[in-house]
């Protein structure tokens, strides 16, 4: 039972292109929504994380869509480097809970 | 500021042997984590603990024990390791914000 999704796979882009990552979640109880960002022989870091009564959060070039709605969101990563080529992990958890569930994460290549 | 230690960084073990994982935290958080990562199939949750002492199941357990016998820290054992495995186990530990600090990881590989 997968209950975060993320789409697509992989990605490529150019430099300075902005990057699109989506993630849907079923369980409606989530409200709390983190990115992680992993380099290679790295473990994952934050990112980026936005709350459910939130519907945009941005930090510097990197911007969170939310839908409660439609149960997704997106990450935007604005002017892409190469130094933003990274795996990018969507999660879902719920406040006051322990288990944090994550997506099967994108691949982000941004080429110079 | 505080850090995750996974150790070993590189396990190599043999079919149907019992191997153990460790992993020691400085930020003195109370829930740890133990979670497992396959290529393309992101981070899936095998044991956690809220505090010492205290350990949940998460979606992959079967197949792992696990041990908080101190606040700072939880290891993970691989009951019976099956052959060809490969797979990046990584520790993280929490306190009241959610957010998740991760060690490097360590890398198992089973011949």
């Known amino acids: 039972q997968q209950q975060v999704r993320q789409s697509p796979q992989s990605l490529t882009v150019w430099e300075g292109e902005t990057a699109i990552l989506n993630c849907s979640y079923e369980?409606?109880?989530?409200?709390?929504f983190p990115w992680y960002q992993q380099f290679p022989g790295e473990g994952p870091a934050l990112l980026i994380a936005?709350?459910?009564?939130?519907d945009k959060k941005e930090d510097g070039g990197f911007t969170i869509f939310f839908n409660k709605r439609e149960k997704n969101l997106s990450l935007h990563i604005k002017d892409s480097q190469p130094g933003d080529s990274a795996t990018y992990f969507c999660?879902?958890?719920?406040?006051?809970?322990?288990?944090?569930?994550f997506g099967s994460g994108t691949r982000l290549l941004v080429s110079p | 500021g505080g850090i995750i230690t996974q150790t070993p960084k590189f396990l190599i073990g043999q079919e149907g042997q019992k191997l153990t994982l460790k992993c020691q935290q400085n930020?003195?958080?109370?829930?740890m984590y133990w979670y497992r990562q396959d290529s393309g199939k992101g981070l899936r949750l095998i044991y956690y603990?809220?505090?010492?002492?205290?350990?949940q199941k998460g979606d992959l357990s079967e197949g792992y024990d696990a041990s908080r016998e101190k606040k700072s820290s939880f290891s993970l054992t691989v009951t019976s390791a099956q052959k060809n495995e490969m797979a990046v186990f990584l520790c993280?530990?929490?306190?009241?914000?959610?957010?998740?600090?991760f060690g490097s990881g360590t890398r198992l590989t089973v011949l």
């Open positions: 993280a530990s929490r306190q009241d914000a959610e957010t998740l600090y």
């Open positions: 369980n409606s109880a989530f409200d709390y």
């Open positions: 936005i709350r459910s009564v939130s």
């Open positions: 999660a879902a958890s719920k406040t006051g809970g322990y288990k944090v569930v």
């Open positions: 930020f003195n958080h109370d829930t």
């Open positions: 603990s809220i505090t010492e002492n205290d350990l």
